[in-house]
């Protein structure tokens, strides 16, 4: 008579254990998911910070832009020709802030000028250029900072090839007064071999607020005058007022 009951303990004990089991599975099932749907969560809160933090007022710039910029407002220049729009890949990236107002950044580009374009042309390194306009309201200026800047990302654009002469003359003809006519500008343009139509669009200003725009990011990255210089888009200090300055930069 004691055997059955017997039977019937066991069988209720095992009961009683496949049922703990299964709420210990369950329960470990559950957790399981908890903690991957965090980690998801947590991983998607991460990704959505660094695309945020990583947003320039260029990215979200909604006017017209040239279409070889950096969503930071810098030109590249790269390749044996020094061509507008070109990198010369696995290099260090020199950038160069500068208002084509600016007496400094004249004495800059007198002084740096063939070493740039000698890294350039060697592949040694990728020149950016960062168009800026923080002095068109200096002086007796009448945004000749802009202007000159807008012709330069025009033929960026539109003859890359003449860009960095174009730019190099600019700075040579810096007007004393603080302020030139549209017409110095088409001269220059003219005397480097830009076209005809692309002269043209000049006085058409389509990217005058983008110029602005890259004024406004170059402060945001730390820019507090010009000339400044940048190390792979990190601006840095550097004595460029000593010859082989940017030279060093990139040995």
Known sequence: ????????????????????????????????????????????????????????????FDGTAPAVANDQGGIPFGGPDAVAGEENEGTTEIGVYADFLCPACASFDQLHAQDMRDMIESGEATIVYYPVNILDNSGDNTGYSTRAANAFVEVVENQPDKALEFMEVLFMNQPENGDAPDEQIEVIATEVGVDDDVIAQFT????????????????????TGTPSVSVDRKIQTVEWQNPGALRELVN
């Open 1 to 60: 008579m004691s055997k059955p009951q017997s039977y019937r303990e066991n069988a209720r004990r095992e009961a009683e254990r496949m049922s703990a089991k299964g709420s210990s599975n369950t329960f470990r099932n559950v957790l399981i998911l908890v903690i991957a749907a965090i980690i998801v969560l947590l991983g998607a809160t991460v990704f959505f910070i660094i695309k945020e933090t990583q947003k320039t007022y260029l990215t979200e």
């Open 204 to 223: 058409d200003a389509t990217y005058a607020d983008w110029v602005a725009t890259v004024r406004e990011q170059a402060t945001r990255d730390g820019m």
